[in-house]
């Protein structure tokens, strides 16, 4: 899982030979959850996609999805041609559904919406989703997408009453593999990320519960993710993940 998280060396182009060492691509860089998304049946696609060994599913998928998070970290678009030509030029009838389910796994995991700009020439432009910028002020310039995450977190906040308590907020992410002091695959130091980093960025706020003794905190909706996004959309983009997530939101769906 180590892979797309090295700096951008590490990230080199697909279509470069890179050996036996890339066989296991899509578990080394996505792990199970792609895994799922590529058991998913195809939306359209003529190849018979049962018959192909899951082993070489996975490799297609993972090579696709590293050009592509090239691409959003360059801001270059992109195109049907130069993805068949640069990743799958020996496995071209395979593009409908290993480009389903690599744009899936980028909007789910990484919070990266693949656009269309000009269907007559299949052409494509990788966007944050929900229009947040969060991605684009990492200091170092490497790195995942974020984005995704931040709008989990927001949907937690919302979720639990927004103030919500720190201890209900970390129990969750906890659920999900993500637990203060452990560094997660992705997206790091989990709690740097919501009380400092995104706190600074003024996506989030951290505060003492007042009065609270001894002291307790909550996280709550900072001013910058009121601007760049709202709790309706939030809600939205979780309903077309999950359509039970309706559920998680009582006091917005009523």
């Known amino acids: ?22 066989v ?17 049946p195809p939306a359209s696609s003529s190849a018979p996609v049962e018959a192909l060994p899951q082993e070489i599913l996975h490799r297609m998928i993972g090579k696709l999805m590293k050009f592509l998070l090239l691409k959003y970290r360059a801001k270059e678009q992109t195109s049907q041609a130069e993805m068949l030509n640069e990743v799958l ?17 980028l909007q789910l995991l990484f919070g990266v919406d693949v656009k269309e700009v000009d269907p007559a020439e299949h052409t494509y432009i990788l966007v944050p ?8 002020m990492l200091s170092d310039g490497v790195g995942l997408p974020k984005a ?6 927001l949907s937690m ?19 999900m593999g993500m ?5 997660h695959c992705f997206f790091e130091e989990p709690r740097e990320l919501l009380t400092q980093v995104w706190v600074r ?8 519960v007042p009065d609270s003794h001894p002291a307790r905190y909550e996280f709550l909706w900072g001013p910058r993710a009121y601007v760049e996004t709202s709790k309706w959309q939030v809600m939205a983009f979780m309903l077309t993940v999950n359509p039970r997530a309706l559920r998680a939101f009582p006091f917005l769906s009523a």
Request: aromatic fraction near 10%; charged fraction near 25%; hydrophobic fraction near 35%.
């Open 1 to 22: 899982m180590s892979e797309l998280s090295k700096p951008e060396e590490g990230l080199q182009d697909p279509g470069e030979d890179q050996g036996p060492v890339e």
């Open 157 to 175: 906040i919302m979720r639990f009453g927004d103030p919500a308590p720190e201890e209900v907020v970390w129990g969750a992410l906890s659920k």
């Open 89 to 105: 030029r020996d496995n071209q009838e395979y593009f409908p559904v290993v480009f389903r389910e690599v744009s899936v796994c």
């Open 24 to 40: 296991p691509l899509l578990e080394a860089e996505v792990g199970e959850s792609a895994s799922h998304l590529a058991s998913y």
């Open 148 to 153: 995704g995450f931040l709008v989990l977190v």
């Open 201 to 208: 960025e003024g996506y989030l706020r951290y505060e003492q």
């Open 179 to 183: 637990y203060v002091g452990s560094e």
């Open 129 to 136: 989703i929900l229009g947040l910028t969060c991605d684009e």
